[in-house]
Antibody
């Protein structure tokens, strides 16, 4: 059974930093691109960032580029999102998401398994 | 960025009804569309990939169609478990963008 478990969310002041983590199990983590997708409670979904299986391809939505950094450690079956210069509009539930396609050199974006999310609140 | 627009934003239907949700992209995206179901307090669940491919474990009453800019999700014979919010998403180009969602409510 595929499982994705996020951690690292919390309350942070504007301008602050947080590092989100996601541990994957039940699949060959090394083989798949991984993504972060966020959702303001009660609102829609927004893709934030993605990283290919070998970290060769990385992408960000414009609103976080230069402030967020995605990375992965395949030996630890873990995905990370380093978030800096946080703003109130970054407040959301952040989902760790697995891509459908194996060994894809690009980010695809077919999200077949989702974690339960970790909540980030940016407020003074 | 490719914009994805869903309609309607909400609908009321009865158990057994046939329900259709549409998704329109601002540019041709071939068949790079996925559909997700989300229930309150839960993460989204992939239903349909590549416009018409039913994801593993998804009931056959769900189907998808379309290509280019216009796409459809159909639920044939709505079940009590299907009352939820549905999202389309394009995987053609970065950034991957979602529609605003369609909430399916009990009539």
């Amino acid at each position: 059974e595929v499982q994705l478990v996020e951690s690292g969310g919390g309350l942070v002041r504007p301008g602050g930093s947080l590092r989100l983590s996601c541990e994957g199990s039940g699949f060959i983590f090394d083989d798949y691109a991984m993504h972060w997708v966020r959702q303001v409670p009660g609102k829609g979904l927004e893709w934030v960032s993605g990283i290919s299986w070998n970290s060769g391809a990385i992408g960000y939505v414009d609103s976080v580029r230069g402030r967020f950094t995605i990375s992965r450690d395949n030996a630890k079956k873990s995905l990370y999102l380093q978030m800096k210069s946080l703003r109130a509009e970054d407040s959301a539930l952040y989902y760790c998401v697995k891509d459908f396609t194996q060994y894809s050199s690009n980010l695809n974006g077919d999200f077949d398994y989702w974690g339960q999310g970790t909540l980030v609140s940016v407020s003074s | 960025d490719i914009q994805v627009t869903q309609s309607p934003s909400s609908l009321s239907a009865s158990v057994g009804d046939r329900v259709t949700i549409t998704c329109r992209a601002s540019h041709s995206i071939m068949t790079y569309v996925n559909w997700y179901q989300q229930k309150p307090g839960e993460a989204p669940r992939l239903l349909i990939r590549a416009a018409s491919s039913l994801h593993s474990g998804v009931p056959s009453r769900f189907s998808g169609s379309g290509s280019g800019t216009d796409f459809t999700l159909t639920i044939s014979g709505l079940q009590p478990d299907d009352f939820a919010t549905y999202y389309c998403q394009q995987s053609f180009g970065p950034p991957r963008t979602f529609g605003q969602g369609t909430k399916v409510e009990i009539k």
